[in-house]
């Protein structure tokens, strides 16, 4: 369950930038699956909730770390 409402611009700016990894992104509307969108590579499969950080203090090495 989220809080507020979602943050559609970096959803957008998510996908964007998984498309241009080469990724073939799909948009999931559907309350029961906690992911805004799917990004397909390779035969897998990833579930991306996209949200927009408070503070720009996380690297890209801190997201990675939490996978």
Same mark, same amino acid.
């Given at each position: 369950?989220?809080?507020?409402?979602p943050s559609l611009v970096a959803i957008e700016e998510a996908m964007h930038h998984?498309? #241009?990894l080469? @990724?073939?992104v799909s948009?999931?509307?559907a309350?029961?699956?906690p992911c805004d969108f799917m990004a397909i590579h390779d035969g897998q499969i990833?579930?991306?909730?996209?949200? #927009?950080i408070? @503070?720009?203090r996380y690297g890209l090495m801190d997201i990675?770390?939490?996978v």
């Open positions: 369950m989220t809080r507020g409402h998984a498309e #241009r080469g @990724y073939l948009g999931v509307n309350a029961r699956i990833t579930l991306v909730q996209g949200r #927009r408070r @503070y720009a990675l770390s939490v």
